[in-house]
């Protein structure tokens, strides 16, 4: 049975992860003794005492596969059977060569960058992954472990579910030991929503793996010296001298990570702050350690267990956090989404009624603010129980004079220099959707919806919907069809602006979400911002942006996408004067989810045009183009070609030059939705821009 707390329980979960990720990434691969002499014990955040104060919130593989390797059981059904061969496929749908996700530490040096090539070469999970065909120092690095938080979240109270699922997902890049790894952690994260010991966890994650395995022996040790030592930095050396990185080859091995984790948990008495102190000043692969205990330790404490600590782990946070992958309209996210969607899978796996629709930004998990944050320094944003037609909670603003109030929908200026793997994204909310808030007041106030739009020089400028006047105990939901914005200026944040008649005043909000295919023209703006450009997600050998506003996409083998929206879009039409100059194929396409899963309309090079679907879903089947209707259409390299595909739940209807060639509907596993996006294969597209409307 499914726990009474669940959704909030994973909540803790997913804020765990991040919490711990964000904690010791600053200082990830460091020694304890350079730890110990540089900055002690790590009780808090200290990117700030870092060198070259590296943001907080940042790009981070441990959080980005964990969450995004998880699409797999909804892209599949959400069938407990999912194989390692689909879980493959995910890497391939999601991942953008050297771009997202990995570490692209290279062919046999990264363990995962290994599995993808093998995965891209046709191997199948498992064997991707296998010591068979990588060897065993690549099979066993600490990968396997990393990403299984997901695993357990969606299996609460049933760890044999999550070590099974946790097995096939490792077993896309892993083997041997590291698997054995992520099924004993998966398991006590899954046992840890129904069962508070310790020792219980540690028994229950014994349990799924062989009893002569040599992690079986690493959690056996270090229980036994948990009770000889009473001191964990003891306990920590006879680790180093017995189970350290010099017994193991490889980069990141995970015997060694392995190893502090379980210090971690047997020596934190409970305590969510200690855990991680120990897990972080412990050293090696700090912020991998750090996100599998905080996730643990999350999942077993719940939000009072962090919030109790003495320190405010979650304010500087905001639950914040970047999913950058080939699903550009994934990226900005945040710790409260995330947990809905994990909590809607582990309900749809458990056979258990869905999560009850909700608004994006809805404030309902205890202490969530989405992050929302002030621009002013006198505000403060706290959630809160009340004021809310749609819920329990809301997000109550105390300001004095006026404020704005604001989450992201696309990249923030510093994403530029952020270090690590770049920040690919597309804006959540464009021109043509519709916003709606929920507002209310303790005081009469003036209110206006607002949007923060990249102009000139990449610098934000702000477009207000017109003001309302609330008053005081007034609840008003408020609508604005998004508006005024210069073509192609990519919208990077959203929110309210509240004007007080009296001091100090508190604005209560409800929820915020918005709705709507957009209506909008993807062509170059008049201030050419980079910001604009890095809106495309590339997925495909080069994309230039040349002349007075042309696109120019090539793709060198196989087929390329130029990506822009979200997954949500649904009933539109999309359209591009498109001029290919070189290509066994070329068009548009919508519906796109990805790289392996979109409908498109294609010139092809045996003079046909044709509407296809990508979509893999038996088990270990190939990526393969169907047809789904193709006519005979003489075309032209250098030629200009207005080709126009819409979508309208099922149906599907394809015009080129305004002739119409194609409307069908698609009755089996239909894309529904997703972004749009143009298509290369073995050649070069231009094209002036892309037109999207909705139907």
Not at 124 to 131: E, K, V
Not at 393 to 399: D, T
Not at 546 to 553: F, K, L, M, P
Not at 662 to 689: H, K, M, Q, W, Y
């Amino acid at each position: 049975m499914i726990p009474s707390d669940y959704i909030e329980r994973v909540y803790a979960g997913v804020l765990g992860k991040i919490i711990g990720v964000y904690l010791g990434r600053p200082f990830e691969g460091w020694t304890y003794e350079r730890i110990m002499r540089e900055l002690g014990e790590i009780t808090y955040y200290v990117n700030d005492r870092i060198a070259h104060h590296p943001p907080l919130i940042v790009t981070d593989d441990d959080i980005t596969g964990t969450f995004t390797f998880l699409r797999a059981l909804p892209d599949y059904g959400n069938n407990p059977d999912i194989t390692a061969a689909q879980i493959g496929q995910t890497w391939l749908n999601y991942l953008i060569e050297r771009e997202t996700i990995l570490w692209w530490g290279g062919m046999g040096n990264s363990t995962e960058h290994t599995a993808y090539m093998r995965l891209k070469a046709g191997y199948t999970a498992p064997r991707s992954g296998s010591i068979a065909l990588n060897g065993k120092v690549v099979a066993e690095q600490i990968g396997a472990q990393i990403f299984i938080d997901g695993w357990a979240m969606v299996a609460p109270g049933h760890p044999a579910l999550a070590a099974e699922l946790a097995r096939k997902a490792g077993s896309v890049s892993h083997d041997g030991e590291a698997i054995y790894g992520a099924m004993a952690l998966a398991a006590m994260e899954a046992f840890a929503f129904v069962e508070s010991d310790m020792d219980k966890l540690f028994d229950c994650g014994l349990s799924v793996i062989p009893k002569d395995s040599l992690i079986a022996h690493v959690i056996a040790d270090i229980r036994a010296w948990r009770i000889e030592d009473n001191d964990w930095r003891i306990t920590r050396d006879r680790i180093e001298s017995k189970y350290g990185y010099d017994k193991y080859g490889g980069n990141c091995h995970m015997i060694p990570n392995h190893a502090v984790i379980i210090l971690a948990l047997a020596y934190c008495e409970d305590d969510f702050q200690r855990a991680l102190m120990i897990g972080n000043t412990a050293g090696w692969d700090t912020d991998c350690n750090a996100g599998n205990i905080g996730c643990l330790m999350g999942i077993k404490l719940g939000l009072r267990g962090i919030d109790s600590s003495p320190v405010d782990w979650r304010g500087p946070v905001a639950d914040r956090m970047y999913l950058p992958t080939a699903d550009g309209g994934r990226c900005i996210s945040d710790a409260a989404q995330e947990a809905r969607r994990i909590a809607q899978t582990g309900l749809a796996l458990a056979g258990e009624p869905a999560l009850l629709e909700s608004a994006r930004f809805n404030f309902e998990l205890p202490g969530s603010v989405q992050g929302f944050h002030s621009h002013n320094s006198d505000t403060t944003l706290t959630n809160t129980v009340g004021h809310s037609v749609s819920g329990k909670r809301s997000l109550a603003i105390r300001f004095s004079g006026e404020t704005h109030v604001d989450t992201l929908t696309y990249l923030p200026p510093d994403a530029l220099r952020m270090p690590g793997y770049g920040l690919i994204a597309s804006p959540t909310l464009y021109p043509g959707q519709t916003i709606s808030a929920s507002v209310s007041s303790d005081n009469p106030v003036q209110v206006s919806l607002f949007v923060r739009v990249y102009s000139a020089n990449n610098e934000p400028e702000i477009i207000n919907s017109p003001l309302v006047r609330l008053a005081a105990g007034e609840m008003r939901t408020m609508s604005w069809t998004v508006d005024g914005i210069e073509t192609g200026s990519p919208i990077c944040a959203v929110g309210v602006y509240i004007k007080g008649e009296l001091e100090p005043s508190t604005l209560y909000l409800d929820y915020l979400t918005w709705d709507g295919a957009p209506s909008v023209e993807f062509t170059k703006p008049v201030h050419n911002g980079t910001l604009w450009q890095r809106a495309w997600v590339k997925a495909c050998s080069t994309l230039d942006f040349i002349g007075s506003g042309d696109i120019r996409a090539c793709q060198d083998n196989g087929t390329g996408l130029v990506i822009q929206g979200e997954r949500e879009w649904c009933n539109y039409s999309v359209e591009s004067h498109v001029i290919p100059h070189l290509a066994k194929s070329v068009g548009i396409a919508a519906c796109v989810q990805g790289l392996k899963r979109y409908y498109a309309l294609l010139l092809c090079d045996d003079q046909k045009v044709r509407l296809v679907k990508n979509l893999v879903i038996r088990p270990g089947q190939e990526m393969e183009r169907k047809v789904l209707a193709e006519a005979d259409f003489a075309w032209e390299l250098d030629g200009g070609y207005v080709m126009c595909l819409s979508t309208q739940g099922k149906r599907l209807k394809g015009s080129v030059n305004g002739i119409a060639l194609f409307d069908i509907e698609d009755e089996f596993t239909p894309l529904l939705s997703g972004a749009v996006a143009l298509v290369i294969e073995e050649g070069r597209i231009d094209t002036n821009g892309v037109t999207v409307r909705a139907v």
